[in-house]
């Protein structure tokens, strides 16, 4: 079945993970909830979802994770507070995380996987295509990759990955494609003729890799309640995306957006503590200060 016509309009965010590298902050707290500056990670991705025309959103959640709803939720007695104080500044700050977008929520109940994260959407989403996001990836607002992979999907059906080049020595952390070129010759969009989720060092397809960013043909939900359980005991995306490139007969071909822009991954510590630099540094409110302060600070250091 085609999926030319059928237009997204849906996006879901798994965020059922234990967060185990920020522990102890992520014993009580979402790691989605952690802040990037002042904003927590997971405001940057439903916001990616709204730019890009998708705002009803459905966020895949675990136990601990009420902190997202009721961030995404009103809060009528800070904003009564706010109001008393005559704060429109930070009114508006904290009404914009509830008028967003149009949040559901469902709960996975077993940690199984990413892939069966996504098959908890499917009573949500139903059989038009949808993207989903990861919240451990950030893209910056300048960089439309989302857009673009709505683009395509639309353009030439079936489901749409994205890919980043990535060193040598760090595909076995990822998904890794096997790409060939498009007959029309559509820069930077590839076709996808095989998957390998994190494979052996040395054995990667290409450099490669898929990052958190996906819009899914329905079909993709028969084959994940076909998929056994892969690597770590959990049913993995990859492989149910790795049948629908093999077999396009199963629901559409598999493209890939070959991606060159700005990326943070939050899900790494030192990554984390990378992108809050960064973004603060490009912010107007901080930015001038907290530059002229990271200087200062690299200069007392000895580091430069």
Known sequence: MHTHHRQTRKAVIPAAGLGT????????????????????????????????????????????????????????????LLELKGDSGKLSQVRES?????????????????????????????????????????????????????????????????????????????????????????????AVTDLVEKPEPGTAPSNLAVIGRYVLAPEIFDVLRETPPGRGGEIQLTDALRQLALDPALGGPVHAVVFSGRRYDTGDRGDYLRTVVRLACEREDLGPEFRTWLVDFVKEEGIL
Do not use: W
């Not at 405001?43 to 959640?61: F, I, K, N, P, Q």
């Not at 199984?112 to 038009?128: K, M, N, R, T, Y």
């Open 21 to 80: 590298r920020f522990l102890p902050a992520t014993k009580a707290t979402p790691k989605e909830m952690l802040p990037v500056v002042d904003r927590p990670a997971i405001e940057y991705v439903v916001a990616e979802a709204v730019r890009s025309g998708l705002d009803d959103v459905l966020m895949v959640t675990g136990r601990n994770k009420r902190a997202l709803e009721d961030h995404f939720d009103r809060a009528y007695e800070l904003e009564h």
């Open 98 to 190: 509830s008028e967003l977008a149009d949040v559901h929520y469902v709960r996975q109940g077993n940690p199984l996987g990413l892939g069966h994260a996504v098959l908890c959407a499917e009573p949500h989403v139903g059989d038009s295509p949808f993207a989903v996001l990861l919240g451990d990836d950030l893209i910056d607002e300048r960089d439309p990759l989302l857009a673009r992979m709505l683009e395509v999907q639309e353009q030439r059906g079936g489901s749409v990955v994205a890919l980043m080049e990535v060193e040598d020595d760090r595909t076995h952390l990822y998904g890794c494609a096997a790409v060939a070129p498009l007959d029309d010759e559509a820069g930077d969009v590839l």
